[in-house]
């Protein structure tokens, strides 16, 4: 089995998916919890946490299991994350495919001013001749 290749925060791109990133919880939001429509039994919980490494910060969007993972200072590998646009900026998250885990503190300093959440993007279409 081939080696996992990680990124960095500055390499994540709209529309994109398979990251494998490990990151600092800079800032746990609050947690929303939201009835679902297959019955009351069933409440999702979401959290939107800034998390970061040396190069920047992101926003990540947790959901149930996850947001119990998401405490300020807290180190979290992802794999298999992806790219989701909000609003036209990007948002991290681990859906089905993916896995979130708690992992050993890191010596990174997180790179505060590169917030990659706060870059609008456009969605332009491109009419080929």
């Known amino acids: 089995m081939a080696e996992e290749q ?8 709209p ?3 398979g990251h494998n990133i490990i990151l600092k919880v ?3 939001k609050n ?5 679902r429509a297959d019955g009351p039994a069933r409440q999702m919980r979401i959290a939107e946490c800034l998390v970061g490494d040396e190069t920047g910060i992101i926003i990540f969007t947790a959901r149930n299991d996850q947001v119990d993972l998401m405490k ?15 609003k036209g900026s990007m948002r991290l998250a681990v859906d089905r495919k993916g896995k979130i885990e708690a992992s050993e ?3 990174f300093t997180v790179k505060e001013d590169n917030n990659l ?6 969605l ?4 080929e001749e």
């Open 6 to 13: 990680f990124v960095k925060v500055d390499q994540l791109r």
């Open 15 to 17: 529309g994109t998916s």
């Open 26 to 28: 800079v800032d746990a």
């Open 31 to 35: 947690v929303e919890q939201r009835g």
């Open 72 to 86: 300020n200072g807290a180190f979290v590998t992802l794999r298999n994350a992806k790219i989701d646009m909000f």
């Open 105 to 107: 503190p890191d010596s």
């Open 117 to 122: 959440s706060l870059i609008e993007y456009e």
């Open 124 to 127: 332009i279409n491109v009419v």
